[in-house]
């Protein structure tokens, strides 16, 4: 089947859980004292910023069978999205992180629980035979189950003709053991997906402050993956052109960041849904950019009306 073609515009599969926001702007978490409740995990926000977008998403993930999963499949059909991919465990309770609440870059604490249930029989064949694009995180390969099924469903999927893509969320609280970490993530990069990276999460994985002429010669020498996004939040973009050179688009103009959680997936999902409508890499980049900056400006979950973006 013809890329183009194919019927779902994306497969994101991993964590879904529940983000536990901080209520006070810029107050370490020791001294958050109010949270507000809303479904996050990257991959399930990408599902949801696609299905607001009308892109054909599928979401592959795992919940527990608690009041928490409870609330997550009443998010999932409020916004029309399909539950099909969902797992629910019997065992584990649906994940669980507290967030600080700060323009910069937030503090967390996660409650790892039923996110990592997903089970090589939730993939397939035929689906990712249809997909156009197959997502995943860093968070979402950090733990087994998940890691050894989302990896046996990668190499499917991409011998099935589906472009890969991860967002390489790394941190040493969702995933401790770093050499592990470093092969199951040079696995996935070695099939040359699209990647989406950001400064911390290069430091926290390399354990270095590298520029960005480092960071590209990193991923491009070491793991051979030609198509690299990094995020540098208020200063916008950094990627790759067709010759190889490093170039720059800036962020759009905000007049007040209400909650920077969530902004890297409304980037990435802004950058998907260009993708898959086959426009040029900088296009995709603007869209992207711009959907980051419409949720910067909004607590939790994106507006539902999109049409100025969509314009």
Known sequence: MDWTQKPIDVISTGEILIDMIGQQMDCPLSETIEFQRFVGGSPANVAFNLNTLKSNVHFIGSIGQDGLGKYILSEFKSHNLAIKGLNQSSKLPTTLILVSKTSQTPDFIPYRGADTQINSNMFSKEILQQTKVFHTTCFALSKNPAQNSILK???????????LSIDLNYASQIWSDKTEAEVIIGEYLHLNPLLKISEDDVSRLLDASLSHQEIFNYFQSKHGVKRIYLTLGSQGVKYLDIHGKINHLPAQPIKEIKDVTG?????????????TKKFDQEQCLKMALKLSAIKLQHVGGLSENLNLFLE
């Open 153 to 163: 469903a990668t190499k499917t999927a991409k011998t099935l003709g589906a472009e």
């Open 263 to 275: 902004a890297g997936d409304a980037f990435w999902s802004g950058f998907l849904y260009g993708f």
